[in-house]
């Protein structure tokens, strides 16, 4: 399946990734009007050190131990997509504790949020990947 | 007699229960397949019942799997069925109406019960209730609201003692009631928890008006009074008795299987009877932070084992054989990660509201406890889980934050780059 890849050597730590993640959440068509002013919850994060800088969202890891460890049976996996059910996610941190790339975190609303790759938004791929200057996040089959 | 013949039988309907049965589809398509529970109901999530209380949650959505479970795995049900018997030999059991079912594999996942030491007095006590199963809970909110005022007296200050405390709370407080908590360890969350983790816990449950009576047991109970062993005298209306649990396992020891405090099985799940599978609470397991062989009664470690068990049930053999105890759990707002082992030489650092202790040895994380900052916090069970040495990573940063940065650049880029090293 296709997946976000991540090449550290050309990232430049822009953060571009970041808004479009919190843009394409919101449906709007204009980022000014919904991200001016707003402090955003990607679920993609930018870590920089130095030089270093490089992009983190979810893997969707073919052995998911977010889902496997999920109490409420909230997260699940289909044709390799891990997503998430916020109506049943009662905000339990326990795949905070499973996931080794730490790249689920809580939503605005207390429940938790990941990447779904733009799945179910107007889009439908991974605006990270789209909009990244550099080639530095891309969304292919490897 | 007409005996029904199942190639895999599963005893139990919880996390276990289901990941053999996701286990078992996953390589056998077509094998039939019987659940059985003691319980009445669809597939639940047991921790799910504090959040019930709490109204975060119902019926419909604390299902652990959608309804339509059961059909689209080809799985027979009997619910509300309890099990009086395995014989191992003929590779049967005996069903409490006398009816005999017959597997050519089976899978124990018999779970928990709580434990209930021998109060002196107990049976004077018109209303107690454990907190272990979804009808605890409902009778438990039943008698909450019939009471006046009520007075809450819960006996355990561990994990399903406080999520009781936190789940009730607000209906009790809205009632103008009270919540006092008594464990005989001196503090709360004694089997997760380090003293100083302990103590930030407790404040922040006190803060909301919630009454500790630590290291103390009750000597004897009459009626809705309780004598603590210091002499003191608490009355209540309604007792929770959370003083801990234990594994179920019965069915397996008295068919003839090897059991210590939980049901023994190799690193595939097998117990010692021919054919027979166990997994989650009732089990022991090889916790590989401490290497030691203990009880890790956690969701997340009944459905890996239960999947690794249904995966060898159905042929394909896969151990699940890096257990560890982790735990993800808050109260009021306040969150706390923590997994492994807490031996070696520690860090800790406490800010504001956050505290975090990382124990390590040998060259390895072997535990951490985060209160309030989890964010990222798997990072951290990683290291414990894949035991990768320290000095590959950069631990100075690590002991700050949980960060990829920390590993090397051929870490991430197999990692994040899908680069095939």
Redesign the interface.
């Known amino acids: 399946m296709k997946?976000v890849?991540?090449?550290?050597k050309w990232c430049l730590a822009c953060h571009l990734c970041e808004y479009y993640c919190a843009f394409a959440a919101t449906g709007s068509d204009l980022m000014y009007k919904v991200l001016k002013n707003a402090v955003i919850n990607p679920r993609i994060r930018v870590?920089?050190?130095g030089n270093?800088s490089?992009a983190?969202s979810c893997?969707h890891c073919e052995v998911p131990?977010c889902v496997?460890?999920c109490?409420?049976?909230a997260l699940s996996e289909k044709d390799g997509v891990i997503s998430i059910d916020k109506?049943?996610c009662?905000?339990?941190?326990?795949?905070?504790?499973?996931?080794?790339?730490?790249a689920?975190?809580p939503s605005d609303s207390g429940v938790m949020q990941k990447c779904e790759l733009c799945l179910s938004t107007k889009e439908g791929e991974p605006q990270c990947a789209a909009h990244c200057p550099n080639g530095a996040i891309v969304y292919e089959e490897? | 007699m007409n005996v029904k013949t199942y190639k895999y039988i599963i005893i139990g309907n919880s996390?276990a229960g289901i990941?053999t049965v996701e286990g078992i589809r996953r390589i056998d398509g077509v094998g039939s397949i019987a659940v059985i529970s003691s319980e009445p109901y669809h597939t639940y999530?047991r921790?799910?019942i504090s959040?019930l209380l709490e109204g975060?949650?119902d019926t419909e959505?604390?299902?652990?799997?959608?309804d339509g479970f059961y059909e689209a795995n080809g799985c027979d049900t009997y619910l509300g069925v309890s099990v009086s018997s395995i014989e191992a030999g003929p590779h049967t059991v005996t069903l409490e109406s006398g009816d005999v079912l017959k597997y050519s594999k089976l899978m124990v996942s018999t779970g928990s019960e709580p434990f209930v030491p021998p109060f002196k007095g107990l049976e004077s006590v018109p209303e107690k209730f454990s907190f272990m199963t979804l009808d605890d809970a409902l009778r438990l909110r039943n008698a909450i609201d019939r009471t006046a005022q009520p007075k809450v007296l819960i006996i355990g200050a561990g994990l399903i003692g406080l999520k009781c405390c936190e789940g009730i709370y607000n209906t009790v407080t809205d009632k103008k009631g009270s919540i006092t908590v008594v464990d005989l360890s001196p503090k709360v969350l004694s089997s997760i928890l380090n003293d100083d983790a302990a103590a930030i816990v407790k404040s922040s449950i006190e803060s909301k008006g919630v009454t500790f009576h630590l290291g103390q047991t009750v000597s004897e109970f009459d009626g809705k009074r309780a004598v603590l062993s210091d002499g003191s005298e608490l009355s209540f209306d309604i007792l929770v008795l959370a003083v801990g649990v234990k594994p179920r396992i019965s069915l397996v020891k008295d068919a003839g299987g090897e059991t210590e405090r939980g049901i023994i099985t190799d690193k595939y799940q097998k117990t010692s009877l021919e054919d027979v599978y166990a997994a989650g609470d009732c089990v022991q397991s090889f916790d590989i932070s401490c290497g030691k062989s203990r009880i890790l009664a956690i969701?997340?470690g009944a459905?890996?084992q239960g999947?690794a068990a249904g995966l060898t049930m159905a042929g394909c053999a896969y151990a699940y054989d890096c257990a560890i105890p982790?735990?993800?759990?808050?109260f009021f707002g306040l969150?706390m990660?923590t997994?492994g082992s807490y031996e070696g030489d520690v860090y800790t650092e406490s800010d504001g509201g956050s505290y975090k202790a990382l124990y390590y040895k040998d060259n390895l994380l072997k535990g951490y406890i985060m209160i309030g900052n989890?964010?990222?916090?798997?990072?951290y069970?990683?290291l414990i889980r894949?035991k990768i040495p320290l000095d590959s990573v950069d631990f100075g940063?690590l002991c700050k934050e949980?960060?990829?940065?920390a590993f090397s650049?051929k870490y991430?880029?197999e990692?994040?780059?899908?680069v095939v090293i």
Do not use: D, W
């Open positions: 997946k890849y991540v090449n550290e870590e920089e050190k270093i490089f983190v893997r131990l496997k460890g109490i409420s049976g109506s049943k009662v905000g339990c941190y326990t795949c905070v504790l499973s996931c080794p790339y730490g689920i975190m490897r | 996390a990941g999530s921790p799910l959040y975060k949650t959505r604390m299902k652990y799997r959608p969701l997340p459905y890996r999947e982790m735990n993800a759990i808050g969150h990660i997994a989890v964010a990222r916090a798997g990072i069970t990683s894949e940063m949980p960060a990829l940065m650049q991430r880029a990692k994040l780059g899908g």
